[in-house]
Every structure is written in structure tokens, then in C-alpha cells.
């Protein structure tokens, strides 16, 4: 009786003392996430020295070695490789290699469309460009009208509702349902709280994921009332026109497609960006008219069905290939359980440079990899052993397809991604939207099947009155252009941070000193506790 009553009096006090050691040790994780810091890092991730951190350049190998070194001193361990050293046992590296296949185009590529008795040879450069194409190919299909190309269950949309597209050319329209109507129900239900270039992330990765699952051979997209060849041709008499002239002519010179081949032959789906007088050919004689679909578009209650049309394309395109060495970055921080882990991650990589220009992509994503490396030096700084791994990771390759943290999902170099319990991602953490007139305002985009995810959000973002107006986007299994979709797939729940998209988004004006420091502190902060939860907590 005297051991129970001992008992009943100690309890209580035990676990307050466990609760106020925990809250003294998130504090001190917390004091750590200091300006200072996180300035000093993003400065010179930033810089001209890493060179726009292009996909297999320089500046990316400097960018991803400065990552290794910062996560050494901040008191992660290596968790990437193992290397083999004479007369020592293998040791892990901060890296995890692999090697790219870089697709370069050695000619122009063709497009003959036939309709009816009439076939007309198109110019690329004058009526259509190619991308997407990593390999020579050469293919005869007939095409098929799917309007804007969109199959999501959750958004109730089909756009190959009744007609079998395997092996067929799909001809649809860039962008989204009721995009130039944002009075419309459509408009409102796909860009929700967020804006335009964030939902078009989303819609870009539906859009590709539905082309490739449902087997489409080829694409050609058009974009209805817009002079898609505005920023096509040559400059005649070799004219140097200055930076800010020739900014809109097109992307970087190193922007060249890059991919992963695993085991098994996957056929890529190459993408036509076609004139309208191209789309105006191929619709000819159907009864398909754009100027009314776009409208009618907009409207959810309207049953569209993709139309089988008499026209097809004949399409060439030669390519050659060669490969190129690239390496995520990996740390850890070992927890209790040594076969459970939850990660924290961020593309390293940008656009690269060209002479004169550089892409420093201070948000894009040297914010979000501070981050991940400022909450390495938290965790450190809280001074207690966490339940679960940490992973800590700088992926390769977003830019080119996501193909960095992909690849991780595939060939973790810790255990099996069955025991990968979450997954944290930065992405843009560091600017303003347009319409963010208190500079606070982010968006969570987050598994929602598991709930506590927002619940402890929501609680530490109060109780340490943390500065963020948060729009929370849940969804089942959440997609969209950054790495955090790779885990989606992957089966593990998510959080992914975006702190709002800016008119320097992929422009060389993407400097560090336009950061909003307050809001990128406060951002990293809430992940820091959002780890600690997902380190410590049951995340159902």
C-alpha cells in the first residue's frame, strides 16, 4: 500500500519533469535558429561563387561540399555513401552519387501533320519547339483533342474521359480549367488559397503523371490568344543586345534535359509547343473550337469527353546523350531507434549561369537548404538524443525533374524507405507573394490523413508566437513541383513549406538581399518543432 501510495505522489512529478525538460530542450533548439545565422549561410549559398549551383557544374560541387561541411560543424553525421579507405573499414561520406543521362540535340527536329489529303511540313523555330525528348526517336500517330489534359479523382476532372490515348498524340491546352476566369468555380476550386504559378505546379505534375500513366506517345500543347513564338528567332547582324533586352529570350544555355534511367525501358513522352496556326490545322474539320471550349471550360458541372480527330503527326527528333556525375548531400542525426527515420530536405540545385548572368536563386533554393542545415544545428544545440534518425538532405536535380530526392526514395543509403516515417521539405521559404502586404504569410501543404500534422502546427506556432498567417492545404496523398512529391509517391506523409511565389521566381534577380529574414526564421523555427514532433511523437 505505502509502494502505490509512493507511487501516485511520484508520478506526477516525474513527468513534469520530463514535460519541462523537453520544453527546455526545444528552447534551446529554438534560441539557436538565430538572423545571424541563418543570414550568413544564405549569403554565400547565394553568391556568385556557386555559380547559379547548375546540375553538374562547379558552383553545384562547391554549393553541395560548403552543405557537407556546415552539417560536420553543426554535428550531423555522415550518411550517404560508404567509401573504402586502404587498411580502414569502409566510412560513410556526406554524399550520395549517381550519374545523370545529359540529352542534347544534334539537329532540328521535324513535324509533318496530315489531315485529310493535305500534309504540311512545320519549321521548328517557326511553328513549334521540342522538349522532353531524351532520346532519338522517330513515330507516326494519330492525334487526340483532350482539352487541358487534367485526370484528378479529388478535382473531379477527365479530360480523357472516352477515348483510349495509349500510343496516340494528345493535343491540349497549356494551363488549367477557368485559368483567365478567376470569378469562376473552377478557377476558385484548383488555385484555392494559393496563387496562379503555385497552382500551375501542381497542375503541371497532374498533367505529365496522367500523359505518362496513360501511355500517350507524343504531346503538342498550345496556348489559345498568345503569341507563343514572341521569343523565338535569331538576332540578325549578331546584335549583343544587353542583359535586361535579352532577358525574355529563353532559358539559360545550360537548361538541357537531364534524366535517370532505372531498370526497366521507359518510352519519354517528348512535348511540341506549337503556333496556333499549327492547332488551327489539326483541329480543321472537327467540330472541336477553342475560343468556345475555353470558356465552357470553366464550368464544373459541364461533361467533357476528348475527341478522336482525323488528323496525325509524324515526329523526328535526333539526340545524343552522355553521362554526368551528380550527388546529393546526407546527414544524420542518430536517434534512439536506429531503423526509423524522418527527414528534412531541400534542392541545392538552380539554374546555373551563362556569361555575365548568374541564376543565384536565393530563394530558389538556397532558403530552403538553410533550413535544413539550421535545423541540423538546432537539434544539435537542443542537446537531446531524439527517438527516431534524423536525415538531413540536399537534393540534386529539382530542376530537372526532381530527380535528386527521387533517386533517394529509390536507393536510400540509410535502411529500406519502408522505415521512412516522414518527410519535411523547404522550398521557397524566404520572400513575399504580391499580395503579402505583412510580409507573414506561407503555405503548409501537408498529408492530411494524418492529422496531427496541422494539430502541432497549429499549437507551437501559438504557444511560441511564432509570426505566420498559414494557409493549410491537405490532401490524401499531395503532388506538385518539388521534392516532397517523391515521398508522396513513396507512400511516407509530408509537410512542404512555401513562403509565397515572386516576380524574380527563375530570374537572375533572385538575390539574397531581397530576403524577408523575420519570415524565413520564423518558417525554419515551426520546422524545427514539426521535426522534433515527428522525431519523438506518434505522427498518427
Request: proline share 4%.
Amino acid at each position: 500500500m505505502r509502494k502505490l501510495l509512493l507511487l501516485t505522489i511520484l508520478l506526477p512529478v516525474v513527468f513534469a519533469t520530463t514535460t519541462h525538460a523537453q520544453t527546455d530542450a526545444m528552447q534551446r533548439g529554438l534560441d539557436a535558429i538565430t538572423i545571424e545565422a541563418i543570414q550568413g549561410q544564405l549569403e554565400f549559398l547565394a553568391s556568385d561563387w556557386t555559380e547559379g549551383r547548375g546540375t553538374g557544374e562547379r558552383g553545384m560541387y562547391m554549393a553541395s561540399d560548403y552543405v557537407a561541411s556546415m552539417l560536420k560543424i553543426f554535428g550531423a553525421q555522415p550518411a550517404g555513401d560508404r567509401t573504402a579507405v586502404r587498411g580502414r573499414q569502409a566510412q560513410r561520406s556526406y554524399f550520395q552519387n549517381f550519374s545523370l543521362t545529359e540529352t542534347l540535340s544534334t539537329g532540328p527536329s521535324s513535324l509533318m501533320i496530315r489531315n485529310g489529303s493535305h500534309e504540311i511540313n512545320f519549321d521548328q523555330g517557326v511553328d513549334f519547339t521540342m522538349s522532353g525528348a531524351s532520346m532519338s526517336m522517330n513515330f507516326n500517330a494519330p492525334i487526340v483533342f483532350v482539352g487541358y489534359g487534367i485526370q484528378d479523382e479529388e478535382l473531379g476532372i477527365d479530360d480523357f474521359r472516352g477515348v483510349d490515348v495509349e500510343g496516340k498524340i494528345i493535343l491540349r491546352l497549356t494551363g488549367f480549367h477557368g485559368m483567365n476566369d478567376p470569378s469562376s468555380e473552377m478557377y476558385r476550386k484548383i488555385v484555392g488559397d494559393g496563387s496562379v504559378a503555385e497552382a500551375m505546379r501542381d497542375v503541371n505534375t497532374m498533367k505529365s503523371r496522367a500523359a505518362g500513366r496513360l501511355g500517350v506517345a507524343g504531346i503538342i500543347e498550345v496556348t489559345p490568344g498568345v503569341d507563343i513564338a514572341r521569343n523565338w528567332g535569331i538576332l540578325k547582324e549578331g546584335i549583343d543586345l544587353s542583359y535586361n533586352e535579352r532577358r525574355s529570350m529563353g532559358r539559360p544555355q545550360n537548361w538541357t534535359r537531364m534524366s535517370h534511367f532505372g531498370p526497366q525501358m521507359n518510352v519519354p513522352t517528348p512535348t511540341l509547343t506549337v503556333t496556333e496556326r499549327v492547332a488551327d490545322f489539326i483541329l480543321r474539320g472537327s467540330d472541336v473550337g477553342l475560343n468556345e471550349y475555353v470558356p465552357a471550360a470553366a464550368t464544373p458541372n459541364r461533361r467533357f469527353r476528348a475527341t478522336q480527330l482525323s488528323s496525325s503527326a509524324l515526329v523526328t527528333t535526333e539526340v545524343e546523350q552522355q553521362r554526368v556525375r551528380v550527388r546529393n548531400v546526407v546527414g544524420m542525426i542518430e536517434g534512439e531507434r536506429t531503423d526509423e527515420f524522418v527527414v528534412v530536405g531541400a534542392h541545392l540545385d538552380h539554374m546555373g549561369m551563362e556569361p555575365g548572368i548568374v541564376w543565384n536563386g536565393a530563394d530558389d533554393n538556397a532558403s530552403g537548404v538553410v533550413g535544413v542545415m539550421t535545423i541540423a544545428k538546432a537539434f544539435k544545440a537542443a542537446g537531446v538524443k531524439p527517438k527516431r534518425t534524423i536525415i538531413f538532405a540536399a537534393w540534386t536535380a529539382e530542376e530537372k525533374g526532381l530527380i535528386g530526392s527521387r533517386y533517394f526514395t529509390l536507393y536510400p543509403p540509410m535502411g529500406d524507405i519502408s522505415q521512412y516515417k516522414f518527410y519535411l521539405n523547404f522550398d521557397m521559404i524566404a520572400r513575399d507573394a504580391p499580395n503579402d502586404t505583412e510580409g507573414n504569410m506561407a503555405t503548409m501543404q501537408f498529408t492530411d490523413t494524418y492529422p496531427n500534422l496541422e494539430r502541432w502546427t497549429r499549437e507551437h506556432r501559438d504557444r511560441f508566437n511564432l509570426n505566420l498567417d498559414i494557409t493549410y492545404r491537405g490532401g490524401r496523398a499531395p503532388v506538385g513541383g518539388s521534392d516532397f512529391a517523391s515521398f508522396t509517391r513513396a507512400g511516407v506523409p509530408i509537410i512542404t513549406w512555401l513562403a509565397g511565389f515572386h516576380p524574380d521566381y527563375h530570374r537572375p534577380s533572385d538575390t539574397a538581399e531581397k530576403t524577408n529574414w523575420e519570415k524565413m526564421q520564423s518558417i525554419i523555427k515551426l520546422g524545427f518543432l514539426q521535426m522534433w514532433e515527428a522525431a519523438n511523437s506518434d505522427l498518427e
